[in-house]
């Protein structure tokens, strides 16, 4: 059985930074891309980073470039989003996103509430 476990999710205030977590489990996590997408109400689900199986390669959404920072473990089946610096319009339900090499294959955790606010 396939899963995507987000955690860390959470109420800061602007210029904080929280550290958002996915576990993975059910498939060989090391064949997958990973990504971290997000939903803010009203919006589409936008893709914010992204990370190759081996971990060489990541990209990010312009949004967000210089103040997040997704990393993983293929060791623990792991992938994190690290972000800095949030702003009011980070706010969004983020969600962790894994997607086989060949593209065939797209799996979705139930997603973590990020809100930014004073």
């Known amino acids: 059985q396939v899963q995507l476990v987000e955690s860390g999710g959470g109420l800061v205030q602007p210029g904080g930074s929280l550290r958002l977590s996915c576990a993975a489990s059910?498939?060989?996590?090391?064949?997958?891309?990973m990504s971290w997408y997000r939903q803010a109400p009203g919006k589409e689900r936008e893709l914010v980073a992204a990370?190759?199986?081996?971990?060489?390669?990541?990209m990010y959404a312009d949004s967000i470039k210089g103040r997040f920072t997704i990393s993983r473990d293929n060791a623990k089946n792991t992938v994190a989003l690290q972000m800095n610096s949030l702003k009011l319009e980070d706010t969004a339900v983020y969600y962790c996103?894994?997607?086989?090499?060949?593209?065939?294959?797209?799996?979705w955790g139930q997603g973590t509430q990020v809100t930014v606010s004073s």
């Open positions: 996103n894994a997607r086989s090499i060949l593209g065939h294959l797209d799996y």
């Open positions: 059910g498939f060989t996590f090391s064949n997958y891309r």
């Open positions: 990370i190759t199986s081996a971990g060489a390669v990541t």
